[in-house]
């Protein structure tokens, strides 16, 4: 079992940047995908970004180069900044982990970007 817990959520202008964090209840390094998702109002959930127990890093199209996953094991944390926020990155971002066990999802935190 994991236990996700998402913070770093907020209101942000056009342009802005946040920063994410995931704390995770368990050994970062016994995990073997940590992600971002995010969903919008009236729209599914999609895939933010991916980071490995390697370091190896995936993103959607639309916030590559903008938007940067990474992890700390020592903390168990992994983050995503958000930078060159646009309207439409508004969403509940929500944290996911992987493993040989399961899925397992955080609560969500709510990123608004206004224009």
């Known amino acids: 079992q994991v236990q996700l817990v998402e913070s770093g959520g907020g209101l942000v202008q056009a342009g802005g940047s946040l920063r994410l964090s995931c704390a995770v209840s368990r050994r970062l390094f016994s995990i073997n995908v940590m992600g971002w998702y995010r969903q919008a109002p009236g729209k599914q959930r999609e895939l933010v970004a991916v980071i490995t127990g390697g370091g190896s890093t995936n993103y959607a199209d639309s916030v590559k180069g903008r938007f940067t996953i990474s992890r700390d094991n020592a903390k168990n944390t992994v983050y995503l900044q958000l930078n060159s926020l646009k309207p439409e990155d508004t969403a509940v971002y929500y944290c996911?982990?992987?493993?040989?066990?399961?899925?397992?999802w955080g609560q969500g935190t709510q990123v608004t970007v206004s224009s």
């Open positions: 996911n982990a992987k493993d040989v066990m399961g899925d397992y």
